[in-house]
């Protein structure tokens, strides 16, 4: 039933998106080989975004600043998803829409629902799933 009611707060909260600032990216070109990364963490938008998809840009870009700045194991990508050259990135990850993936190799790991559920009401949950997620990867715990 939480899932269900999870996805449905997704749905609507996209259906209600409007244009916002875009900040740029920590890393430049999300197409450059990611081989030099142990781990990277993806942000995927769409042009209209609600204030809830910014918050998970925001906290997830202030996340990755402030506790892996010095990492060179692992880089930070926006992807937006109306530009035809990231389809592809896209497509390997299964995301239509405002989505938050950290990868490493072929193994990714989702935490679009968590980080929607938690960005605006629970900001310091998403900050620690966010560092969570990619220190297991980093560590190789998945």
Do not use: W
């Not at 899932?3 to 997704?10: K, M, N, P, Q, R």
């Not at 906290?59 to 998803?81: G, M, P, R, V, W």
């Amino acid at each position: 039933m939480k899932a269900i009611t999870l996805f449905i707060v997704a749905i609507t909260l996209m259906a209600g998106c409007n244009p916002s600032g875009v900040k740029k990216q920590l890393n430049t070109d999300p197409r450059e080989p990611t081989a030099n990364f142990k781990v990277t963490v993806y942000y995927f938008h769409g042009k209209q975004r609600c204030p809830t998809c910014i918050a998970v840009q925001q906290l997830t870009e202030e996340t990755i600043k402030s506790h892996f700045s010095q990492n060179t194991d692992l880089a930070y990508h926006e992807i937006d998803l109306s530009k035809k050259e990231n389809e592809e990135l896209a497509e390997k990850y299964q995301v239509c829409f405002s989505s938050l993936i950290v990868a490493s190799g072929d193994s990714y790991k989702n935490i679009t629902d968590l980080a929607f559920a938690n960005a605006l009401r629970n900001p310091d949950f998403l900050k620690e799933l966010i560092i969570e997620v990619a220190n297991e990867f980093l560590n190789d715990g998945l």
